[in-house]
């Protein structure tokens, strides 16, 4: 009798949950499943309808033979290399900073470097675009009266351009987190460190950092499937800058254009799929390498 109240409990608990995750997630990604099946041809010379037609694997085939959904995942190899690791490193540096006892005012800086995640995307990318841009922004005045020359929308200047943003706008949020898991440890375990005559700097690194490796591998796995979803920063840099980003320059980007632009929603859906299953299966990547090497540890 008490299993089945506890069973009945929890179905009653988790009903809704499942309900929204079958609406939002499940029915979504079926229907796009389906959607990429499916292609829209004209009859006769084009001046017929359009009508829909059963195309299998044709929009796979379209997308992955396509050069530039394949420099799209390419660009993506670059971004992940380039902002991850600055990302992870400058969160946690500042955390780590945040937490030693040399740190004065730490509510402040917490919200001073939290608050730009509190800005939309686009606002960001909008207020960063006037940063780059010559003629208006302080930024590149300053570095041409110090001699330094960059073009921020020029092919090699558009990837660094990106990551900025990026970086502007998620580190202070995943320092919040590592910040707050060195506040969970236990002070008699940092205490007996410095008693037995650990530095500062071996105690953050030896002993503090190993004790949020929880924390670390949760954001770096979040920070891994939010990169493949990159689309809101060089679209802005897209539109009237001049800037070397693309359309296409992302997965992301391509499936966009190719729904809105050339109105080829079965080619969208595919590449959606597509990118889908490349976070899935990098996801399971990180979280098998990061708990081996939990399991040595």
Known sequence: MRHARTTRAAAILLGPFFVLFTLAMVLPIGYAVWLSLFTEKQSGLGFGGTETVFSGLDNYTAALGD??????FGVLLGYCLFYIPLLLVGALALALLLDSTLARARRFFQLALFLPHAVPGIIAALIWVYLYTPQLSPVVS????????????SPDGA??????IALWEWLGYNMVIFYAALQAIDRSVLEAATVDGAGAWRVAIAIKVP????????VALFTVIGSLQLF?????????TGSAVSSTWTPNMY???AAFERNDYGL???????????????????TRF???KGKKA
């Open 211 to 218: 004790l949020i490796r929880a924390s670390v591998v949760m």
């Open 268 to 286: 969208a859906a595919a590449a959606s799929i597509l990118l889908a299953l490349t976070a899935a299966l990098l996801s399971f990547v990180v």
């Open 142 to 153: 300053a570095m041409e009266s110090g001699g330094i020359g960059f073009d921020f929308f």
């Open 290 to 292: 990061t708990g081996r």
């Open 255 to 257: 499936a966009y254009t």
């Open 159 to 164: 990837l660094p351009s990106v990551v900025n």
């Open 232 to 240: 809101t920063e060089p679209l802005i840099l897209n539109k009237g």
């Open 67 to 72: 050069r530039a959904f394949r420099e799209g």
